[in-house]
T-cell receptor, first 116, second 113 residues
Framework: DQQVKQNSPSLSVQEGRISILNCDYT??????FLWYKKYPAEGPTFLIS?????DKNEDGRFTVFLNKSAKHLSLHIVPSQPGDSAVYFC???????????????FGTGTLLAVQP | KAGVTQTPRYLIKTRGQQVTLSCSPI?????VSWYQQTPGQGLQFLFE???????NKGNFPGRFSGRQFSNSRSEMNVSTLELGDSALYLC????????????FGPGTRLLVL
């Protein structure tokens, strides 16, 4: 079963506008969430993360929002640039036996295309 | 600092064969994780190693195995290959064993015929 879902396989936005990528999860044990970006023929690159004790984390043009009650997170990119065109993966992590782990559960990704 | 390297980058095997993939983490990193990426399933967790010990294992059959060496390099092995094992295999390294930034390698593209 897919514990982390990205229901939009693709998204197209104009340069300079806001890109909003969405992610839903089902496992209430997840307490740490991340976004990765992936270009073709490269491995995923870490973008931003958020702990479940927060509802927002910001890093430059990237902001992640977490709504725990809805089990939903989103990534906002403002302003969007053509170089942001890539596949974006949402990922989640839960503690195992009370300890943090590097095990990540990924969504299936959203292809973002930023049009010049 | 050199990034995560994976060898080989591309591999073609036939059903029933076995394959070994290698991952060299960033210098100083002691944690290595492996993921399988397929078009239908996305990235799925295979294993996590820290200081030569397997800490976590994903929901894959026993044909998938791995190990980590004292220099933190890691290998994964897939025996009795099936067509469905065709995928991009990604390795990620981090300094510690939890909640630290994981850096991914470019992956090994395996095609099983």
């Amino acid at each position: 079963d897919q514990q982390v879902k990205q229901n939009s396989p693709s998204l197209s936005v104009q340069e300079g506008r806001i890109s909003i990528l969405n992610c839903d999860y089902t496992n209430s044990m997840f307490d740490y969430f991340l976004w990765y970006k992936k270009y073709p023929a490269e491995g995923p690159t870490f973008l931003i993360s958020i702990s479940s004790i927060k509802d927002k984390n910001e890093d430059g043009r990237f902001t992640v929002f977490l709504n725990k009650s809805a089990k939903h997170l989103s990534l906002h990119i403002v302003p969007s640039q053509p170089g942001d065109s890539a596949v974006y993966f949402c990922a989640a992590s839960a503690k195992i036996n009370g300890g943090a782990t590097n095990k990540l559960i990924f969504g299936t990704g959203t292809l973002l295309a930023v049009q010049p | 600092k050199a990034g995560v390297t994976q060898t080989p980058r591309y591999l073609i095997k036939t059903r029933g064969q076995q394959v070994t993939l290698s991952c060299s983490p960033i210098s100083g990193h002691r944690s290595v994780s492996w993921y399988q990426q397929t078009p239908g399933q996305g990235l799925q967790f295979l294993f996590e190693y820290f200081s030569e010990t397997q800490r976590n294992k994903g929901n894959f059959p026993g044909r998938f195995s791995g190990r980590q060496f004292s220099n933190s390099r890691s290998e994964m092995n897939v025996s009795t290959l099936e067509l469905g094992d065709s995928a991009l295999y990604l390795c990620a390294s981090s300094y510690g064993q939890g909640r630290e930034t994981q850096y991914f390698g470019p992956g090994t593209r395996l095609l099983v015929l």
